[in-house]
């Protein structure tokens, strides 16, 4: 009973942390439909942000602030100097789908490079706020931990604000509409190259948030090699394609799901299959449901 209890905590855990990049490649395909592929390498440079606030602050909660600062000026910089530079130089003919996401890859290697060149190979440390010894229950221990419970907590704070931003808002407004139809929105008065770099840099604070959070999840080391970073980018993508690249609640249920499938196949089936799962989860919900849970045919949701 505890095996199954452990297994669906670590499962909600990692499928929140899931969400959070899930989100932060939404933010970005609901403002100018594209995918980000180099949110993992912006995720990866903002918690280089957060080590460096921490090693002046030793306090994790100001330093993740600061970490999502960081991710948002860099995302913003991004945007401004390189993706809208090459939406303007693409934006007709068969190249124009595909040149932004090449681009996004490249930007992740040359991100990369950059930490390395700054902060060297070697791993570094940063501490968790929280304990990550999980709580008793008579004679048995959960993994589920003070820190676990304020990364859920985190998922739900975040996912309300951006809910109401996109929802009750001008400015979400404005972001959907610019991502819609540039042209239409640009005769209704909006700013659409500041509308898109404002969504790019939530995007940024919301990777940050999932850079700092992963990695005090885990052992609390970081690395410009780091593996967790790559799987942390296709699995956020995997959560937003089956929850629905339009919905902000679908990926965090997209996370969700994912987070639990891979917990249990790691549990009850094989660690071997570990890394297959997502894909299958992937192909499974392209099958079923290409437009995602909460993705709606002809149509936009928040």
């Known amino acids: 009973m505890f095996e199954f209890i452990n297994t669906l ?3 909600i855990t990692s499928g929140a942390i899931y969400s959070l990049m899930a989100l932060a490649l939404v933010l970005v395909w609901r403002s100018t439909r594209v995918v980000n592929f180099a949110q993992a390498g912006q995720a990866l440079a903002s918690t280089y942000f957060g080590f460096e606030a921490m090693k002046h602050i030793d306090n994790f909660w100001i330093a993740l602030l600061i970490a999502m600062i960081g991710g948002a000026i ?25 040149a932004p996401i090449i681009a996004t890859l490249g930007l992740l290697e040359v991100i990369r490079a950059l930490i390395t060149l700054k902060w060297g190979g070697a791993d570094v440390l940063i501490k ?6 999980g709580f008793s ?3 048995h221990t959960l993994v589920f931990s003070p820190m676990k419970l304020a990364i859920i907590a985190v998922v739900v704070f975040l996912l309300s604000i951006l809910s109401i931003l996109f929802q009750k808002t001008n400015i ?5 509409a610019s991502a819609f139809s540039p042209e239409l929105a640009r005769l209704a008065g909006i700013r659409v190259d500041l509308v898109r770099t404002f969504g790019w840099a939530l995007s940024g604070a919301t ?3 999932a850079g700092m959070l992963l990695v005090v999840n885990g052992n609390g080391s970081l690395s410009p090699a780091s593996i967790e970073f790559s799987l942390l980018l296709i699995s956020g993508f995997i959560a937003a394609v089956v929850g629905g690249l339009d919905s902000l609640l679908g990926t965090v249920i997209g996370g969700m799901i994912l987070g639990l499938s891979t917990a249990f196949v790691l549990m009850y089936i094989s660690d071997s299959l570990f890394f297959i799962a997502p894909f299958i989860i992937l192909l499974l919900a392209l099958i079923i449901r290409p437009q995602g849970i909460l993705g709606k045919k002809g149509g936009r949701r928040a």
């Open 207 to 209: 990777g940050a948030v």
């Open 137 to 139: 229950i008579g004679t």
């Open 128 to 133: 968790a706020p929280l304990s990550n010894t």
């Open 74 to 98: 860099l995302a913003a910089f991004i945007e401004m100097v390189f993706m809208r530079l090459l939406l303007k130089h693409t934006s007709s003919g068969a190249i124009a789908s595909v």
């Open 9 to 11: 905590l670590i499962g």
């Open 172 to 176: 979400g407004l404005s972001l959907r």
